[in-house]
T-cell receptor, first 112, second 118 residues
Framework: DQQVKQNSPSLSVQEGRISILNCDYT??????FLWYKKYPAEGPTFLIS?????DKNEDGRFTVFLNKSAKHLSLHIVPSQPGDSAVYFC???????????FGKGTRLSVIA | GAVVSQHPSWVICKSGTSVKIECRSL??????MFWYRQFPKQSLMLMAT?????????EQGVEKDKFLINHASLTLSTLTVTSAHPEDSSFYIC??????????????FGSGTRLTVV
């Protein structure tokens, strides 16, 4: 049973446009959500996080939105750049010292 | 910031041999280390949680006798794949959580180990 779902395996966006990556979760105990960027044969690189007490967090070109009632979060990248092309993982955890649960990832391709 | 050093970054071994992967926390104490595995085009799947000085907790379907985890100090956790077989070929990643006073300040990941068993 997948607790974190990324239903779009891939996404193509033109350079300069907005990229929107979506993530849904089922476990209501999750209260901390993160987005990671990953290249092949490398560890995940942290992008941005949000706790359940917020509904939006912004860091430069990256904004994460959290809709707790819908158990949905999204990552917005604007403007998208070719260097953003990678696999993006949504992850969630419950309070305290608990492991992250990852979605299957979405491969973003930003086309120049 | 908090860094976890993982090595080797890649290893090729013969079927039936054992491989040890090390993760060291460089500038903090990692009381808990999480070990993940990622198969191609799949998610990072939690294999086990190791706490310093105690036995690791394994996820369902992960053989504890095959994947030996040792967390003898606050800065070192190791994963040994024993009697490796080609189906163990995968990308293994460790992660430490940054917890202070019960609050989670995030996670830091090792750079991963690509294991190929031939």
């Amino acid at each position: 049973d997948q607790q974190v779902k990324q239903n779009s395996p891939s996404l193509s966006v033109q350079e300069g446009r907005i990229s929107i990556l979506n993530c849904d979760y089922t476990n209501s105990m999750f209260d901390y959500f993160l987005w990671y960027k990953k290249y092949p044969a490398e560890g995940p690189t942290f992008l941005i996080s949000i706790s359940s007490i917020k509904d939006k967090n912004e860091d430069g070109r990256f904004t994460v939105f959290l809709n707790k009632s819908a158990k949905h979060l999204s990552l917005h990248i604007v403007p998208s750049q070719p260097g953003d092309s990678a696999v993006y993982f949504c992850a969630a955890s419950a309070s305290g010292n608990t492991p992250l649960v990852f979605g299957k990832g979405t491969r973003l391709s930003v086309i120049a | 910031g908090a860094v976890v050093s993982q090595h080797p970054s890649w290893v090729i071994c013969k079927s039936g041999t054992s491989v040890k992967i090390e993760c060291r926390s460089l500038d903090f104490q990692a009381t808990t280390m999480f070990w993940y595995r990622q198969f191609p085009k799949q998610s990072l799947m939690l294999m086990a949680t190791s706490n310093e000085g105690s036995k690791a907790t394994y996820e369902q379907g992960v053989e504890k006798d095959k994947f030996l985890i040792n967390h003898a100090s606050l800065t070192l956790s190791t994963l040994t794949v024993t009697s490796a077989h080609p189906e163990d070929s995968s990308f293994y990643i460790c992660s430490a959580s940054l917890v202070r006073s019960g609050a989670n300040y995030g996670y830091t990941f090792g750079s991963g180990t690509r294991l190929t068993v031939v």
